[in-house]
């Protein structure tokens, strides 16, 4: 285990506990050094356990987690119907918004920090759009007649996705509470925004399909159609069973990459340009995800926004595990029929259900139970 000490934070913590300031914790490694020089140094640095002993129930889950665009923020939507803040580089727990009456899920910033968007888990299937200083809903999202799987904000402006178990697709402009645009297709299930936000992409697993879309006339249809099973050629003997769990969509920073999570027995890599199989990036046995893909319904498990990510240069894929994190080298050699294995396993205690990377930083939060985040020790 690394020779960086865990900070614990503390259950009560003041604004004057000691702090994890990101460029003193990395020391002679800045916070934004070339991915590949620290890659194999992530170590979990910073622990955050929920304080649960005034209640009667068990420890809540984190369900998802999300960066602000500046990277100072992080922010999770947690199964006990509250949503908490975190600041990065202080490293503590500033804030906790309750969303009892409607539940949370797919809780995201907007360009403004102050203010989130996240999916309802009951009452209705509304997407709600409040302002994290005074928890104070701005605005209510209506239409969707079923719940909401996805929700992508757009990566220049407020405009945002949303994926729902009532086959649609629709497409809003955070300024006003009316959809712009909905587009009806079978099982959409994630949605992801390409770098340019020009184009976004939709996941559909009962049919196996990844649909392209302009977003100037996203009505119009998709402009590509990726079959996934068929690019998946003889890949695995359950490909249908694998692509079923997919569970997270992401493009790459540059744009050249898709990046299909999936619960399952690992993770698909598709050229963003033609839709084509890149790699598929394997998982070991017994690291299947204990959360459900969006959509699936099994008693007694979460949903999870997803335990895969890209590292803000787009070579590594990270993914989650049930003791630490995964790491895929995508400019390396695969094997038979495109199968990638982990170039690397970053080893902890605690199962990794749900992951994301800083978008400035190079830091990585995971969390099941707890948040954990992990930076580079620089005397490894």
């Not at 500046?70 to 199964?79: D, I, P, Q, R, V």
């Not at 895969?308 to 995508?330: A, E, H, K, M, Q």
């Amino acid at each position: 285990m690394a020779s960086t000490p865990m900070d614990i934070d503390e259950t009560n913590s003041s604004s004057g506990a000691p702090a994890l300031n990101i460029t003193r914790t990395l020391g002679s490694v800045p916070a934004t050094s070339k991915v590949s020089s620290v890659i194999s140094n992530y170590r979990p640095t910073k622990h955050f356990p929920r304080d649960v002993a005034k209640v009667a129930r068990l420890v809540p889950s984190v369900l998802s987690i999300d960066f602000d665009d500046l990277g100072e923020l992080c922010m999770t939507s947690e199964s006990d119907e509250t949503i908490q803040i975190f600041n990065v580089k202080e490293g503590q727990h500033v804030k906790t918004l309750l969303s009892k009456k409607y539940g949370v899920k797919l809780a995201k910033f907007t360009h403004a920090s102050s203010s989130i968007i996240y999916a309802s888990t009951k009452q209705n299937d509304a997407i709600r759009y409040l302002a994290t200083h005074d928890n104070s809903f701005i605005r209510y999202f209506e239409g969707h007649e079923k719940s909401v799987t996805a929700l992508a904000v757009h990566p220049g402006n407020d405009n945002f996705i949303s994926c729902s178990l009532d086959g649609t697709v629709r497409l809003w402009n955070i300024g006003t509470k009316q959809w712009t645009a909905k587009i009806v297709i079978p099982s959409p299930r994630l949605a992801a925004w390409d770098p340019s936000g020009m184009v976004f992409a939709v996941a559909c697993p009962k049919t196996s399909h990844v649909l392209f879309f302009d977003h100037r006339n996203a009505q119009k249809g998709p402009i590509s159609v990726c079959d996934v099973l068929k690019e998946c050629g003889a890949l695995m003997p359950r490909q249908q069973f694998a692509f079923s769990g997919g569970n997270s969509l992401q493009f790459s920073n540059d744009g050249k990459h898709l990046l299909l999570g999936s619960r399952y027995q690992g993770h698909f890599l598709l050229n963003a340009l033609d839709g084509s199989m890149k790699l598929y990036l394997k998982t070991p046995p017994g690291s299947m995800s204990g959360r459900t893909a969006p959509g699936e319904n099994e008693a007694g498990k979460l949903e999870s926004s997803g335990d895969c990510c890209f590292t803000p240069d787009g070579r590594y894929v990270i993914g989650g595990s049930n003791n630490g994190l995964l790491v895929w080298d995508t400019l390396a050699t695969p094997g038979t029929n495109k199968t990638l294995e982990p170039t690397l396993v970053l080893e902890d205690k605690r199962a990794a259900e749900v992951v994301a990377h800083n978008p400035r930083f190079n830091m990585i939060a995971t969390a099941d139970e707890e948040l954990l985040f992990w930076l580079p020790d620089s005397n490894l």
